[in-house]
């Protein structure tokens, strides 16, 4: 399986402010996908990644406060805009591996103050 | 009604007793059936993948699938301390890319 790293581990963030959370592969995959896992609950996906096309969201989770980056098969971004305390999650990325399963990076821990 | 259902626990056991943790779906497109195990701070680590109904083991995991009662079950035989953590079912959707969709997960303590 791939090994994925997440940069940063965890943040914590002023309400109104942004912040960009990367996602590293150590093999060239085409699906990477985004989800939030907020306190106590599942996984929950907010966008699909493919490289070369723009992102497929989610209902209930925009481009303008979800923006994702995927320059090339091995990286992706995700943005968290305009931070709320609601915002407050675990962001994980995942890819699949072509066998209709998908393994997971250790998640960006966020608190929004 | 969610797609995937899991009772939430906590669920609490000796070391060495046999696990069965349950889950449930409504969505009968799901094709295929995983286990995640997540620890504390971590993220989700696949353990067990299935897309027919009947058992698949491995090691002291076993995942069951009943597609015509919409059930899914993962038993853990002799169960270690190291086994705690939260177990998500899940189901995959064939779209134009694979969905996944997650139960809310079961916490599984394991008591030495």
């Known amino acids: 399986s791939a090994v994925i790293s997440q940069k940063p581990s965890r943040d914590i963030c002023q309400r109104g402010t942004s912040l960009t959370i990367q996602c590293q592969v150590d093999s060239q995959v085409t699906m990477m996908f985004w989800y939030r896992q907020q306190p106590g609950q599942s996984l929950t996906l907010i966008a699909t990644?493919?490289?070369?096309?723009?992102?497929?969201?989610e209902s209930g989770f925009v481009i303008d406060k979800f923006p994702i980056s995927r320059p090339n098969l091995t990286f992706s971004t995700l943005t968290v805009s305009n931070m709320s305390p609601e915002d407050s999650s675990i962001y994980l990325c995942?890819?699949?591996?072509?066998?209709?399963?998908?393994?997971f990076g250790p998640g960006t821990r966020l608190t929004v103050l | 009604q969610k797609e995937v259902e899991q009772d939430p626990g906590p669920l609490s056991v000796p070391e060495g007793a046999i696990v069965s943790l349950n889950c449930t779906y409504s969505n009968s497109a799901f094709q295929y059936f995983m286990w995640y195990r997540q620890y504390s701070r971590k993220g989700p680590e696949l353990l067990m993948y299935?897309?027919?109904?009947g058992n698949k083991e491995d090691g002291r995991f076993t995942a069951q699938v009943d597609k015509s009662s919409k059930y899914i079950s993962l038993f853990i035989r002799d169960s270690q301390p190291s086994d705690s953590a939260t177990y998500l079912c899940?189901?995959?959707?064939?779209?134009?890319?694979?969905?996944?969709?997650f139960g809310p997960g079961t916490s599984l303590s394991v008591i030495p």
């Open positions: 299935t897309y027919s109904s």
């Open positions: 899940a189901g995959t959707l064939k779209t134009s890319y694979d969905k996944v969709i």
């Open positions: 990644a493919n490289q070369g096309s723009e992102a497929t969201y």
């Open positions: 995942s890819v699949g591996d072509g066998t209709d399963t998908q393994y």
